[in-house]
C-alpha cells in the first residue's frame, strides 16, 4: 500500500512536462507524512479555464473559472459525498484521471480528485511573480489538503492550511 498519484493533462493551453510528475509525487509523499496518511489514490487533471468553468458551474453554482476544485471521496455521511473547494476568488478544488498511475500492491483506496486549470496557475504565477511548477506545486497541495478535511472559513483555519502548504512547498524545494 502507498500514496499514489495518477494524472492527466487534458489542456493544450501549457502542456505541463511530464518529468513534473516526480514533483508531484514528491509533494504528495511529504504532504500525507505531514497528514499522517500513508495510503490512497490521488486523481489529478489539468484542464483549461473552459473546463474547470464549466465544472466550477455544475458542482458549486459559480459561473466563472477557478484555479482548483477538489472532490473528496472520503464518505461524509450516508449517500453524500463532500465537494470541498478553495477560496472564493483564488483557490478551489474537483476531479479526474488515470493516464499515469503508479499502484504497485493492487488497488488503493481513491482518497479524491483534484482539478487545477493550468492557464490560471500560469496567470497566478506571473501575477505572484514564481514559477509556474511552483504554483501549479501550490494548487495541487492546496487541493490535498482540501480532501483530507482542512479548510479556510476562518481566519484561524486559513492561517493553519497556508502554513502547512508552504512547509510542504519549502521541503520540496519549490520556493517564490
Not at 19 to 25: I, M, N, Q, T, W
Not at 51 to 61: D, P
Amino acid at each position: 500500500m502507498a500514496l499514489v498519484l495518477a494524472w492527466n493533462d487534458e489542456q493544450d493551453v501549457l502542456p505541463v512536462d511530464p518529468k513534473f510528475a516526480d514533483k508531484l509525487k514528491e509533494l504528495l509523499r511529504l504532504a500525507g507524512k505531514a497528514e499522517g496518511i500513508e495510503d490512497g489514490e490521488v486523481a489529478l487533471t489539468f484542464v483549461d479555464d473552459e473546463s474547470i468553468h464549466e465544472l466550477n458551474r455544475t458542482y458549486r453554482g459559480i459561473d466563472r473559472p477557478t484555479d482548483v476544485l477538489s472532490f473528496a471521496m472520503l464518505e461524509k455521511g450516508e449517500d453524500e459525498i463532500a465537494i470541498i473547494y478553495g477560496e472564493e476568488e483564488e483557490d478551489e478544488d474537483v476531479a479526474s484521471d488515470s493516464e499515469n498511475t503508479e499502484d504497485e500492491e493492487g488497488f488503493e483506496e481513491p482518497l479524491g480528485d483534484i482539478v487545477i486549470s493550468v492557464p490560471r496557475a500560469a496567470a497566478q504565477a506571473e501575477e505572484y511573480g514564481h514559477s509556474v511548477e511552483r504554483e501549479l506545486g501550490f494548487l495541487f497541495v492546496h487541493g490535498f489538503l482540501h480532501l483530507v478535511g482542512y479548510d479556510h472559513d476562518n481566519e484561524e483555519a486559513e492561517q493553519q492550511m497556508f502554513a502547512k502548504q508552504e512547509q510542504i512547498l519549502q521541503q520540496a524545494g519549490l520556493t517564490r
